[in-house]
């Protein structure tokens, strides 16, 4: 098993981790309790994100489940702990809301849009459907050259119509 793979899954908590690794091996949580020395209720509050990976439980469990790297669980708890306050950051950055209407993102949490990473579909989004309002904060937040580099690697030929008229209207 590579268990390398898990440690670039910055989005994906430690716990669920630990439970995918279970699975795949066919490991119950009461059978990895009792390898690892650790009381299975212990087990089942890191699994559901309830309690932190210590240097102890991640050396106990790396070494009952046969994985060479004694700090496993707790690089990863790091990396998804750093991944989560850094998305929070730059949730900060954000055009202005008032000029947007919460309906066009109908389909994801308004309030947990990352304006920064969900740049390439949130510019689509505006412009295929977009008031002018929203299009034009959206184009002023991105700036002219990323909105237009943006939609000139689209390929979807869906609402291509919408984005080509509302191009040409705002000389992007």
């Given at each position: 098993m590579m268990y390398k793979e898990y440690l670039k899954m910055k989005t994906t908590p430690a716990g669920a981790v630990l439970k995918h690794i279970l699975k795949r091996?066919?490991?119950?949580?009461?059978e990895i309790a009792e390898k690892s020395a650790i009381y299975p209720q212990r087990i089942n509050d890191l699994i559901n994100g309830k309690r932190k990976f210590t240097p102890e439980i991640s050396y106990n469990l790396t070494k009952a489940l046969g994985i060479k790297d004694t700090g496993f669980f707790c690089k990863i708890q790091t990396n998804h702990e750093?991944?989560?306050y850094l998305d929070?950051?730059?949730r900060k950055i954000t055009p202005d809301l008032s000029k947007i209407n919460k309906v066009l993102f109908w389909d994801s949490k308004f309030d947990m849009i990352n304006w920064l990473r969900?740049?390439?579909?949130?510019?689509?989004?505006?412009?295929?459907?977009g008031r002018p309002q929203e299009i034009e904060e959206?184009?002023?937040?991105?700036g002219k050259r990323k909105v237009t580099r943006t939609l000139n690697n689209i390929t979807d030929k869906w609402h291509e119509q919408s984005r080509l008229t509302n191009r040409k209207l705002y000389k992007v």
């Open positions: 091996k066919g490991i119950s949580q009461k750093t991944f989560m929070e950051q730059e969900g740049e390439n579909w949130i510019i689509q989004r505006a412009f295929e459907y959206i184009t002023r937040f991105y």
